[in-house]
């Protein structure tokens, strides 16, 4: 464990009831990974890339953690996994899922290893990963002044979880 830092994550889920999934990630980052410290709404948004699937929630998370990135992988793989996520296999990569939780950014620290790479490669080209961002980062991530491509804000709040 080392000292206490920010840590950005994101939620999505297409599969069930998607509101129930991303309160259950929520809740699994505050009960194992650290204090969250801020929640974006949520959004709405199309699936990118894989097969053709339903549309995604997605919301953006800020966590105070001690944990280093391989453990908050660690976290977020045993949630996706408790919500009923299959272990991916390379033809179901980008294929639907009930949870999905992306370590987007530790601190300032650099990860490059096959299976964790930190920051995300992608952020800066996901909307559905910047819009949420912009609402618990915004320092970090600046909005476009003619909003977000393929995004939607939804009437859809998740519920800080009891310390």
Known sequence: MGAARRAYLGLGSNIGDRAAHLQFGL?????RAGRVVAISPVYETEPVGGPPQPDYLNAGVAVET??????LLGVAKALEAEAGREPAAPERRWGPRPLDI????????????????????????????LAPLADVAPDLVVAPTAGWQGVRRVALQLRLPKP
Request: charge should be negative; glycine fraction near 6%.
């Open 102 to 129: 992306d370590v987007l950014i530790v601190g300032d620290e650099r990860v490059d290893e096959p299976d964790l790479v930190v920051p995300h490669p992608r952020i800066h080209q996901r909307a559905f990963v």
């Open 66 to 71: 001690a944990l280093s990135p391989r453990e």
């Open 27 to 31: 809740d699994g980052l505050a009960a």
